[in-house]
């Protein structure tokens, strides 16, 4: 099997993309999309568990403190939104409750995600302080959507900076019973690049 990504155009330098099994864990419990997840997740933070905004955000889905601690304690689960699996935890928890919060509709919900649900009307539309923040999870979804189990992995660090979706990119995958080894671990490199080849 092999680990690809649709619908890359050329220029750039290298993401990382697989999918994040504590993404998927979180998914499943709350219901939502794995697809948005992974999308939210890649574009606050690259999936980078230890990333600190400059507003105070933190952990992988960039939790307020104030949200962080309310969906503490709404779920049970422990306040480390930096902690790589409670982090998407809570983050998912949240997102899930304003999947519920809009009717389902994934753009005012990831609006409100990112604005807050008091500056998303409940119908909408999507607000202009969010629209960009919208256009880049619904960019990123692709890059998720056609991976398959066998394209899991250890959440890893990749450099904290924003990219565009054209550019190429590296897909870590975990070989299942490979005891996280390095010998595990494959690289595959998909070159995006005006002619390129994997």
Not at 89 to 100: D, E, K, S, W, Y
Not at 125 to 140: C, D, L, S
């Amino acid at each position: 099997m092999s680990c690809s990504v649709p619908g890359l155009g050329a220029t750039a330098t290298a993401r990382v993309v697989w999918l994040n099994p504590n993404v998927v864990e979180a998914a499943q419990r709350y219901g939502v999309d794995p697809v948005l997840v992974h999308a939210v997740v890649w574009v606050e933070s690259h999936h980078v568990p230890t990333a600190v905004s400059d507003k105070g955000a933190a952990g992988p889905m960039q939790l307020m403190p104030a949200t962080s601690k309310a969906m503490s304690e709404a779920e049970g689960v422990p306040n480390d939104p930096m902690d790589p699996r409670l982090g998407i935890l809570l983050g998912t928890a949240f997102l899930a409750r304003l999947l519920r919060r809009y009717g389902g509709d994934a753009a005012l919900a990831t609006a409100a995600y990112y604005a807050g649900p008091g500056r998303v009307p409940i119908t909408g539309p999507v607000p202009p302080i969010a629209a960009g923040y919208v256009a880049k999870v619904q960019a990123a979804m692709p890059m998720f959507e056609d991976l398959d189990a066998s394209c899991s992995g250890p959440m890893v660090p990749s450099p904290r900076r924003r990219s565009t979706r054209a550019d190429p990119v590296v897909v870590l995958s975990q070989r299942k019973g490979s005891g996280g080894g390095a010998g595990g671990l494959l690289i595959a490199v998909v070159l995006a690049l005006a002619g390129g080849r994997a």
